[in-house]
């Protein structure tokens, strides 16, 4: 099956510093790719549809000024935590539909972030 | 109507026993039904799937049961082993490749000896 990376799959940052974490299709192309995060035995809440070439769609309540994310080609989406909080803490997922077609939308192996 | 519910939070079956897991939505504009299985610390992983033009389907001891008219499907895991031991989540989608999924909250499998 297609495969979707993720790098890092663990950072610590400094409170105020910036963290920048990447999805790649392998595989396969994709024009959309999600961005979710997960706090502790929860479910997966959605925080942006990135589509290649322009602007992310947020969901409400996500602050796009601080949680950035590019999608500069059809393989790799970025998301950037700026002025990173204890808070923002959390396992961050990336997920993308093949540009070709099918109803399967592939997973990331996650990103844990610790901001201390 | 974007919510798609699941039950039960937890679970504990027994080694051989059947595991069954249910989900409720409202959308009707839903036409892609998921199951996901997650380990700790990994992303989840797609087990299943149906559209709401067949009833069942089956695949190895992972079984979807769809009503339609209910709104309702549901996981049935034949034979539960250890290894199935993790967190469960439905969704929901509608049509179109930018569609997003909506997740139910979960459940956390535990398959005992």
């Not at chain 1, 890092?8 to 995060?37: H, N």
């Not at chain 2, 039904?33 to 610390?41: A, E, I, L, S």
Request: glycine share 8%; proline share 4%.
């Amino acid at each position: 099956g297609a495969v979707v990376s993720q790098h890092p799959s663990r950072v610590i940052c400094k409170s105020g510093t910036s963290v920048k974490i990447e999805c790649r299709s392998l595989d396969f192309q994709a024009t959309t790719m999600f961005w979710y995060r997960q706090f502790p035995k929860q479910s997966l809440m959605l925080m942006a549809t990135s589509n290649e070439g322009s602007k992310a769609t947020y969901e409400q309540g996500v602050e796009k000024d601080k949680f950035l994310i590019n999608h500069a080609s059809l393989t790799l989406s970025t998301l950037t935590v700026t002025s990173a909080h204890p808070e923002d803490s959390s396992f961050y997922i990336c997920s993308a539909r093949d540009l070709a077609g099918g109803d399967e939308q592939y997973f990331g192996p996650g990103t844990r972030l610790t901001v201390t | 109507q974007q919510q798609v519910k699941q039950s039960p939070q937890s679970l504990i079956v027994q080694k051989g026993g059947i595991s069954i897991i249910n989900c409720a939505y409202e959308n009707t504009a839903f036409d892609y039904f998921p199951w996901y299985q997650q380990f700790p610390g990994k992303g989840p992983a797609l087990l299943i799937a149906i559209r709401p033009d067949v009833s069942e389907k089956k695949e190895g001891r992972f079984t979807i049961s769809f009503n339609k008219s209910a709104k309702q499907f549901s996981l049935h895991i034949m034979d539960s082993q250890p290894g199935d031991s993790a967190t469960y989540f439905c969704a929901a989608r509608g049509a179109g490749t930018a569609s997003k999924l909506t997740f139910g909250t979960g459940t956390r499998l535990q398959v005992t000896l």
